[in-house]
């Protein structure tokens, strides 16, 4: 018996639906945020990884 598994990476995550609420939050006008705080969802992952690769490349290069 086989299973047809047709996704293909389609899920929106949580970073993903965190953006989401808070545009829906900020378009109401519920929220009075900088558009910088509102997509931090999407950019602040990707800072903390640029942070972790940047420490770990500094740390090869004072221990070789």
Do not use: Q
């Not at 970073?15 to 999407?42: A, H, Q, R």
Request: aromatic fraction near 14%; include cysteine; hydrophobic fraction near 60%.
């Amino acid at each position: 018996m086989s299973t047809n598994n047709n996704s293909k990476g389609s899920e929106i995550g949580f970073c993903g639906l965190l953006t989401i609420v808070f545009i829906v939050l900020k378009l109401t006008n519920y929220i009075n945020w900088s558009w910088w705080w509102v997509m931090s969802p999407l950019w602040i992952p990707i800072a903390i990884l640029l942070a972790v690769i940047l420490l770990v490349s500094i740390l090869k290069a004072m221990f070789k």
